[in-house]
């Protein structure tokens, strides 16, 4: 289970329930939001469908504490067409 919670403008927590609970503070800047999901969904969306991706890869434990989410792409480069990826749905 995903809670999303926007701090700011830029900065969400984020805590996953699951075997652990884990708490994760993340940054999306209006111009990643734009680049990685043009446009086409809040940026709240875009932090929901990126942590349900990152769960698909690695355990919450593993997920970073604090990062800005264009970091994904470092591990995961199809994480740049996460606009496009329609497994799953983000609405809040």
Known sequence: MLNINQIDRDTFQVVVKGDT?????????????SEFTFDKMSKEQFVKKSFLF???KETNACIQGNFYIEEIENFF???RN???LDWVNIEI
């Open 21 to 33: 609970t884990t708490h994760h503070i993340v940054k999306v800047s209006d111009q990643v939001h």
């Open 82 to 84: 996460i606009y496009k």
């Open 77 to 79: 480069p199809e994480f």
């Open 54 to 56: 990152l769960l698909k």
